[in-house]
């Protein structure tokens, strides 16, 4: 206890790991009725969290090997589980990030929830999530990671159904919490079946054994495959994708914060986390990709097809979840954690501006919003189309760096399938994200229709004449969209001394940095050779080429604005009904589980267990009846018997 | 005449006639009656044995006496006990206390 207050980093880790779940407390016990003193609360506790964790990382960035502090906590003959801190460059990294969004979401959500009946409980629900992820983000140890895990998914179920009152987002509440379990089940049969088979569940331990092939083979793969079933449900990879656009009926900071920056990229994080573990097995290694960018591709298709701002982000998230997945799976271990920390950035600028218009306008559809004048809100619409740029890849934001990093890696990949799935995902992911900016920007019916624009569409000049009457509920959400949208502008180009921060050191031991890092490096970052510049033009050309498609179709002065999916109303079908993987699941649950297992078990409960014990019963109850006929009330008769019973006991005993 | 069988078989035929008693009585007085008359045999036995094999005379006399302050005092609980079922049945007739048959 005493080298707590001893050593700073480690003070630094406890202090703004727990104090957000000392917020959470007291808002929950003491200062509900107070919302002023809850929000302050909270959002002075998740600053102190951003200060100790920036402060960690400026004194940990030149630290040579990552900094561990372990108390044993479970016990059991030679298995030890410990609990404590793990401070190494990826959960530095990861620190930062939730922290400095938290804080962002938190100070952004004092003027999108003013007035809210619930907003202390909101603002619980906050630190509630910012404590489990914190500390999911530093846990040592595979099962402080689950632990925290779970945690999160609490806290997301809380927040997805905050407007409890409403049928769907309650709905939408339980389905992320029962598909994210489901994947669960597989990441906590996997750690089962790791402490079964190799003694132990710290991250280090296990990054070393993996590396050194000290776990047998068939137990890596196994233990790896069912760990991918976690992040399948954290990230929403493809089997278990539909509970992402769902949970937009939560609030928009929380879809920002939660279900597109920090929350879901959990899956990838923890991937990251045990990469070199991961990467001794190439079977695991084979399906993540596979899903991945299965993932990646479904939910561009689905985005194009909805016409709800939050849905379009949503599969967008998803998209480029897989798309990180891709990178990690394809041993681009920098390149998916690159791409993991700008897309937390430009994604959560998207939802916050969205969040703006939505506070605004009272709906989501992005349609309606443009017409009644969305663009005149400049701000937003600025920092909104800065967002959509970084996500389509576009040079100076920081979505270019990152995607040409995973593509790089796919580029390597011996399989040029992934490259092209990557690229055709590159293409879509333009054309959608443009044709909402479009739909925005140059609404038809509105009638007038601006000049010539190039594609970045953000110089209107446009007064803000909303700003008066806004007045600090306006500048609580602007400010962290700007702080958000600048972050998006400059940090791609922070990518070779992260690059170098997370490969030069830490629990990615030398070898693996050597054999997945350097060709990468080559390709996406020094860019020597014939084939950087290449796939440098391809995926430039995707992103534009997909700018210039959403422009055709919905930006120019003629455009129709009704896409090239009206021609095909099967295919739009299709993508609008997510692939009916939400009907295909709905027939399953019916079909297989109610019909065929419930029922079964439901059976068995029945006839079996309930028939066995009753048979039991029944038993008894029978037998007591046919014994109490002895019972026939007269003293005589038992004493008789009595009395015979000793005679035959005398009798014994003097014959024998 | 004057040996230890002679009083055993008297023994035995009180005891034996006490448990027929109790057996077949169906007045409650006389079912305790009976009792004493199988206590008496015990007693006769515990005599005999004094008399003819006791290397130490007393021990059986002081057992017999003993039997028979027992004897007073279950004799007087049973009749209290009885009075009682008295009360509540207004008979001493053992065949009409049969509340608790199966």
């Given amino acids: 206890m005493m080298s707590l207050f001893r050593d700073p980093i480690l003070l630094a880790a406890a202090l703004g790991t727990s104090l957000p779940f000392l917020s959470m407390a007291i808002i929950l016990i003491f200062t509900r009725h107070n919302q002023r003193l809850s929000a302050s609360i909270s959002v002075g506790s998740v600053s102190t969290s951003v200060l100790c964790a920036l402060y960690l990382l400026i004194t940990l960035s030149h630290a040579g090997a990552p900094i561990q502090y372990e108390f044993p906590w479970l016990l059991a003959d030679d298995i030890v589980i410990p609990f404590g801190y793990l401070l190494d460059p990826l959960s530095l990294l990861m620190l930062n990030i939730v922290a400095v969004i938290s804080f962002l979401v938190q100070v952004y959500s004092i003027g999108y929830m003013a007035g809210d009946p619930g907003f202390s409980r909101y603002y619980a629900f906050q630190s509630l999530f910012a404590w489990a992820m914190m500390s999911m983000v530093i846990a040592p140890s595979m099962l402080q990671l689950f632990i925290f895990w779970e945690l999160v998914g609490l806290a997301s179920y809380l927040l997805i159904g905050y407007y409890y009152e409403k049928w769907s987002a309650s709905q939408a509440g339980k389905k992320a919490f029962v598909m994210t379990r489901l994947g669960d089940i597989g990441f906590f049969l996997g750690l089962i079946i790791l402490v079964l088979g190799f003694g132990d569940l710290s991250i280090v331990r296990m990054n070393e054994a993996g590396q050194a092939h000290n776990i047998p083979q068939y137990l890596l793969t196994i233990s790896a495959l069912l760990i991918f079933g976690g992040v399948m449900g954290k990230s929403a990879q493809f089997p278990l994708l539909t509970w992402l656009p769902d949970a937009m009926e939560g609030p928009t900071p929380v879809s920002a914060l939660l279900h597109s920056a920090t929350m879901v990229a959990a899956g990838v994080y923890m991937f990251g986390r045990i990469f070199p573990f991961y990467s001794m097995s190439p079977e695991a290694m084979g399906l993540a990709l596979a899903i991945g960018t299965v993932t990646m591709l479904l939910s561009s298709t689905m985005a194009m097809a909805t016409y709800d701002l939050k849905q379009v982000w949503a599969y967008s998230t998803v998209s480029q979840l897989g798309f990180m997945v891709m990178g990690l799976a394809a041993g681009g271990y920098f390149a998916g954690v690159f791409h993991l920390t700008t897309h937390a950035g430009f994604k959560a600028l998207l939802f916050l501006c969205s969040g703006i218009f939505i506070h605004e306008y009272h709906t989501n559809d992005f349609r309606i919003i443009g017409r009644q004048g969305g663009r005149k809100l400049l701000i937003p619409m600025v920092c909104m189309t800065v967002g959509a740029l970084a996500l389509s890849g576009i040079f100076p934001f920081s979505g270019f760096f990152s995607k040409e990093a995973v593509l790089g890696v796919l580029a390597n990949h011996p399989n040029k399938l992934w490259l092209f799935a990557g690229l055709l995902g590159a293409l879509m992911t333009a054309y959608y994200t443009f044709r909402l900016i479009f739909f925005m920007l140059f609404p038809k019916s509105a009638g007038e229709v601006h000049g010539e624009h190039d594609s970045h569409g953000a110089g209107h000049g446009h007064d803000d004449h909303d700003k008066e009457h806004h007045g600090y509920i306006f500048w609580t959400m602007a400010v962290p969209v700007m702080i958000l949208a600048a972050i998006s502008c400059v940090l791609g180009f922070s990518q070779s001394s992260l690059e170098h921060f997370l490969l030069g050191q830490g629990t990615v031991p030398a070898q693996l940095a050597a054999s997945h890092g350097t060709e990468a490096h080559a390709v996406a970052h020094e860019g020597h050779g014939i084939g950087h510049y290449a796939l440098l033009l391809a995926a430039v050309t995707m992103a534009v080429g997909g700018i210039l498609w959403a422009f055709f179709e919905f930006g120019r002065k003629r455009a129709t604005q009704e896409g090239f999916l009206r021609l095909f109303p099967k295919v739009e079908q299709l993508f609008a009904a997510r692939w009916y993987m939400d009907a295909f699941l709905r027939r399953f649950l019916d079909d297989v589980i109610y019909s065929g297992f419930t029922n079964l078990f439901t059976r068995n409960d029945r006839r079996i267990i309930d028939g066995g014990i009753d048979g039991i019963c029944f038993f008894t109850i029978g037998s007591g009846r046919l014994l109490s006929f002895l019972q026939s009330g007269m003293l005589q008769y038992n004493l008789l018997v009595m009395i015979a019973a000793v005679g035959v006991v005398v009798l014994y005993l003097l014959l024998a | ?102």
């Fill in chain 2, 1 to 102: 005449m004057n040996c230890l069988n002679t009083y055993l078989i008297i023994g035995a035929a009180l005891f034996s006639i006490g448990l027929l008693g109790v057996l077949q009585r169906r007045n409650l007085i006389g079912m305790l009656i009976a009792v004493e008359l199988m206590l008496n045999g015990a007693n006769v036995n515990f005599m005999a044995f004094n008399r003819f094999l006791a290397p130490e005379p007393t021990v059986g006399q002081i057992i017999t006496l003993f039997v028979m302050g027992l004897a007073a005092a279950e004799a007087a609980i049973g009749l209290s006990i009885i009075l009682a079922l008295f009360r509540r049945l207004h008979s001493i007739n053992i065949e009409r206390a049969q509340q608790l048959r199966g």
